[in-house]
């Protein structure tokens, strides 16, 4: 079993900064994609980035030059920093993390989710 931890979250003016943690832990032998998706009221989750294990990175349109996803692949942790932050910015943000367990089975594990509230 694979255990995701989220951090970061919180209320912040428009314009502002905020920084996401998500520890992954448990049964992992390999980590290969790690994401962050996030999802507004009556909307659909949706992914915002993602990064791979050797580090190549892709970025949803509307977060591009804004966010920012790193990793660190010996704490099994991703992060987003998130600058520029705009009210339609608001929603719950998510971890997602797919790798392989001890007996090679594929695993695809949810962080808890973490609210972001920007104020315009």
């Known amino acids: 079993q694979v255990q995701l931890v989220e951090s970061g979250g919180g209320l912040v003016q428009a314009g502002g900064s905020l920084r996401l943690s998500c520890a992954a832990s448990?049964?992992?032998?390999?980590?290969?994609?790690m994401g962050w998706y996030r999802q507004a009221p009556a909307n659909q989750r949706e992914l915002i980035a993602a990064?791979?294990?050797?580090?190549?990175?892709n970025y949803a349109d509307s977060v591009k030059g804004r966010f920012t996803i790193s990793r660190d692949n010996a704490k099994n942790t991703i992060y987003l920093q998130m600058n520029s932050l705009k009210s339609e910015d608001t929603a719950v943000y998510y971890c997602?993390?797919?790798?392989?367990?001890?007996?090679?089975?594929?695993?695809?594990?949810w962080g808890q989710g973490t609210q972001v509230t920007v104020s315009s």
């Open positions: 448990g049964n992992i032998v390999t980590i290969d994609t």
């Open positions: 990064i791979t294990s050797d580090g190549n990175n």
């Open positions: 997602n993390v797919r790798g392989k367990d001890r007996r090679w089975h594929g695993f695809d594990s």
